[in-house]
């Protein structure tokens, strides 16, 4: 019989389970008891169970920040320390309350009175004054300096952290779950330097209290000694000014040693061991300058007059440290490299031998480094980095993840991970796509402002910056937010300007798919496929085809548009076809015929339908005898009457088709699908050539247009078929 789940119990701090249940009680407590103090008086012996935990707690603190591993963790030391300042000053308060009505303060500030400055008040107003210095001017000027530098590069760097985070994310070398944490640790970090910087100002404000409150008590305590007590003057000043003097310094000695630990926190780097490790290690991470220091130092010793016994000892034992060092640990802290040896040298690599990755030089690695290319990149402008930004809003990363996963799940193409960077030498509002380094894409957007597309034929002029949409070449307009309303409301299409670059970027990596998929992306997929098809893949590797030709294929019919995502159907048909040709055109094109059922959809004009254009098949006859074959292309060799005859006519049917949004799309018979495709993409990219063997048997193609045979063609003989 199963047992029922356990409720989760609090983590383990080293705390009682009822403490870690009650410590915001306590804390809550500890407050009210602080505030009570400004206006309650306080007994002298509760008084000095206050003041020794005011010092206890000072120490406690110091000690945390010393075996903290990294600053951030200690994120409630800002807190601590402004609830620790107003618990001293409500102490003082209270001392000042005893000293000036009882002319006593407890046993704590009467032994620091007269144990600590020897029952002597100039002594103990001058080590008063010496502490404060030491505490304002030093520690707390110094701390609160750093801190403030730190929490201003903290906050600067935050959306550059940000962006990295996205960008390894978006690169799927981080998950989900990793990139949380990360970006967790970056706000923890920068909300920590922020407060530090502020809590700093509490500490230099606590110092300057501290001599106001001295000097009041000091006066105050005068005036009633001599007026109120009846004390002669030497005596109301000797009384007195020793107890004050006694508060300051009880009160001066906690506030001193939280500002050495605030000061040891804000100037400590993150290194993954406590302060103390991290101290020894690196002192004593040169054996060589111990021992420089021991020479040193029984050097001091032989100057005339100079005590030669601390000294020796000293140098003695630094020598002797540095020595033992050096000797137990010699391949840690060895000073100089060892001289290769004969044996040594003769089995060193020779000269163009392969060498391990460990043995690589500094110059290879960073020649490696320089060399390495992403295979997609996005470069922004200055003006543009806010899109990336999660921080301020900017959801491109996130959008361009969206992206990837989209053609992979149309295309059935593995894209690989997008980096996206800034470029100083672009406009501020431009960006570019760039394949493995040449650009091939680019276009001009405005963050914080919207681009409205007149898609409806509206007749209002809206206000803005007249452009032209980067995808379809459309005119728009960029508008202010205060003019979307009015764009939608007549018609307009608007869109942000990461809709603009996301939009922008599908349609390049639509057009790019086949450049994308190298051979490592297609053993990727085979090896996929291998999984639920084994028979298939050791059919048809190595034995009809290798890899590079499945490539090929794969990439031909990318190349037009047509998705591999049925990749065992086009692997059986590779293994059908490869006994009678190895030539990837013509797989691919016995392949399509394969797979007419799965794409055919996409350019249907209503189910079951494609509104194509067509040609004469006079003209499909002269052009198969046009068809120029070679090993490794296929194409048409027309005059050019011909060529421009074929252009000008494709183009008025292709503009009469594009007019209500459907597909521009031509069907001729199979022979001539691939030169004539080949032939048009330059001119038309987007035009769709498909052959009548590709389609399906229920689909039918309803005529747009036929281009016809020109004048003069008909009654010339047909040129003989080229050789293949």
Request: hydrophobic share 50%; proline share 6%; with cysteine.
């Amino acid at each position: 019989m199963s047992q029922p789940a356990a409720s989760a119990a609090p983590a383990d701090t080293g705390l009682s389970p009822l403490f870690q249940r009650r410590a915001d009680l306590v804390f809550t407590v500890a407050l009210f008891a602080t505030v009570m103090l400004l206006i309650m008086p306080v007994p002298d012996l509760l008084l000095d169970g206050l003041l020794a935990i005011s010092i206890g707690f000072s120490l406690l603190v110091l000690m945390v920040v010393i075996y903290v591993k990294d600053p951030p963790e200690f994120s409630g030391f800002p807190t601590i320390l402004l609830a620790f300042t107003l618990f001293r000053l409500a102490l003082n308060i209270c001392t000042t309350r005893l000293i000036l009505t009882q002319g006593h303060a407890g046993g704590v500030i009467d032994s620091f009175g007269r144990f600590v400055i020897q029952g002597n008040y100039v002594v103990g107003f001058v080590v008063f004054i010496i502490l404060v210095l030491i505490n304002f001017v030093v520690i707390t000027k110094g701390a609160g300096r750093i801190a403030e530098v730190s929490a201003r590069f903290t906050l600067d760097a935050l959306p550059g952290k940000q962006m990295a985070i996205d960008a390894e994310l978006n690169a799927g070398a981080i998950d989900e779950v990793t990139a949380a944490t990360r970006r967790k640790k970056v706000q923890k970090e920068a909300d920590f330097y922020g407060a530090m910087d502020g809590a700093s100002k509490f500490v230099r404000g606590e110092a300057v209290a501290g001599i106001l409150i001295t000097l009041v008590n000091i006066l105050g305590g005068f005036a009633i000694g001599v007026f109120q007590m009846g004390l002669s003057l030497p005596e109301a000043l000797q009384k007195f000014t020793l107890l004050s003097i006694g508060d300051g310094l009880v009160s001066q000695i906690p506030a001193l040693i939280v500002s050495v630990a605030a000061g040891v926190l804000v100037t400590r780097a993150s290194d993954n061991s406590n302060l103390g490790a991290s101290v020894g290690r690196q002192l004593t991470a040169y054996p060589r300058a111990l021992r420089v220091v021991g020479v040193m130092m029984m050097s001091f010793g032989l100057l005339p007059g100079m005590p030669i016994l601390p000294f020796a000892i000293l140098g003695g034992l630094a020598y002797y440290a540095g020595r033992q060092l050096a000797r137990q640990r010699p391949d840690e802290f060895a000073e100089e490299p060892p001289a290769p040896s004969a044996a040594a040298k003769s089995a060193a690599p020779a000269a163009g031998s392969p060498a391990s990755p460990s043995s690589a030089s500094p110059i290879a690695e960073e020649f490696r480094r320089v060399i390495d290319q992403d295979v997609f990149a996005i470069e922004v402008g200055y003006g543009l980095l806010s899109l990336a930004d999660a921080g301020r809003g900017g959801d491109l990363l996130g959008r361009i993840t969206g992206v990837r996963k989209t053609l992979a799940r149309e295309r059935g193409v593995i894209v690989p991970p997008i980096s996206v960077r800034d470029n100083l030498e672009l406009e501020s509002n431009d960006y570019r796509f760039l394949l493995r380094g040449k650009a091939v894409g680019r276009g001009s957007v405005f963050a914080g402002r919207w681009m409205a597309m007149n898609v409806g034929g509206s007749r209002v002029q809206l206000r803005g910056t007249p452009c032209r949409e980067p995808v379809f070449g459309l005119d728009a307009v960029w508008i202010e937010e205060s003019e979307r309303k009015v764009a939608e409301l007549n018609g307009y299409t608007v869109v942000d300007a990461a809709s603009v670059i996301v939009t922008h970027l599908s349609e390049v990596l639509k057009t790019s798919a086949h450049l994308l998929l190298g051979r490592q992306d297609v053993q990727t997929l085979v090896d996929h496929v291998k999984t639920t098809h084994p028979a298939l893949v050791s059919e048809l590797l190595p034995d009809l085809v290798n890899l590079g030709i499945i490539q090929r294929v794969l990439q031909n019919l990318l190349r037009e548009g047509v998705p591999v995502l049925a990749l065992p159907v086009i692997l059986e048909g590779v293994a059908d076809f490869a006994p009678s040709s190895k030539n990837p055109d013509d797989l691919s094109e016995l392949v399509r015929r394969r797979l007419g059922m799965y794409f055919i959809g996409e350019y249907e004009s209503r189910p079951g339908v494609v509104r194509a254009l067509t040609l004469d098949p006079r003209l499909e006859q002269a052009l198969a005898g046009r068809v120029h074959r070679s090993p490794g292309e296929v194409g048409l060799a027309l005059d050019p009457v011909l060529g421009r005859h074929l252009l000008e006519h494709l183009s008025r049917g292709v503009a009469s088709l594009t007019e209500g949004g459907g597909p521009a799309v031509v069907v001729v018979g199979a022979e001539i699908r691939l030169p004539l495709r080949r032939f048009l993409e330059p001119s038309f990219p987007r035009v769709a050539v498909i052959a009548y063997q590709e389609l399906p048997a229920s689909t039918e193609v309803e005529n747009a247009g036929i281009i016809p045979v020109p004048p003069g063609l008909a009654a010339a003989p047909v040129p003989a078929r080229a050789a293949a």
